[in-house]
């Protein structure tokens, strides 16, 4: 009986480990990439209908995105030459009013951010893409941007971050 308990034990063992290959933590797949690069995320937000220019988002944006990838890989952060690189333009910077009150005013505010995201993989060219990304924060319509503005950014930034990151990494 303790000849079929130890076999069984060393088959679960077996399957377990070779089940799924090489597992991150992070969710990050980088392949044969040891190293990225965030080009500078222009601010084109004013070309889009309705949209707004909001300074330093840019700069700020282009941060995020390589926090993310670090903070989430075991990449290395370089500024030309790299296996993976990002570049882009923040192309929405939007208000709009999203619900009504019974006297027909805004209650609600919803603030959006597109970016349009190219990469490139040159360890493995058909990871390539170029895609828009979005997303957006709702806020009450008698507060100012200003005052939600930091919270707003951190929420948005963490979603698209997130988003590309996933789009371009996470390989399952």
Request: hydrophobic letters at 40%.
């Amino acid at each position: 009986m303790l000849r079929y308990k130890n076999t069984f034990l060393l088959l679960v063992i077996c399957f377990g480990l070779s089940s799924c290959g090489i597992y991150n933590f992070t969710g990050g797949n980088p392949g044969l990439a040891k190293n990225f690069q965030v080009n500078y995320f222009q601010n084109f937000a004013t070309q889009s209908p309705g949209s707004i220019f909001e300074p330093g988002m840019d700069r700020d944006f282009t941060l995020a995105l390589q926090d993310r990838i670090l903070n989430q890989s075991s990449l290395d952060l370089l500024n030309s030459g790299a296996d993976l690189v990002y570049e882009g333009e923040i192309v929405e910077y939007r208000i709009t009013p999203m619900s009504a009150t019974a006297q027909q005013t805004a209650a609600q505010n919803r603030l959006s951010i597109g970016v349009k995201v190219r990469f490139t993989n040159k360890t493995k060219e058909d990871a390539d893409f170029e895609q828009r990304f979005s997303f957006f924060f709702d806020y009450p319509a008698n507060a100012q941007l200003s005052s939600v503005k930091a919270e707003a950014h951190e929420v948005i930034f963490e979603r698209l971050t997130q988003d590309i990151f996933n789009q371009s990494l996470a390989d399952w």
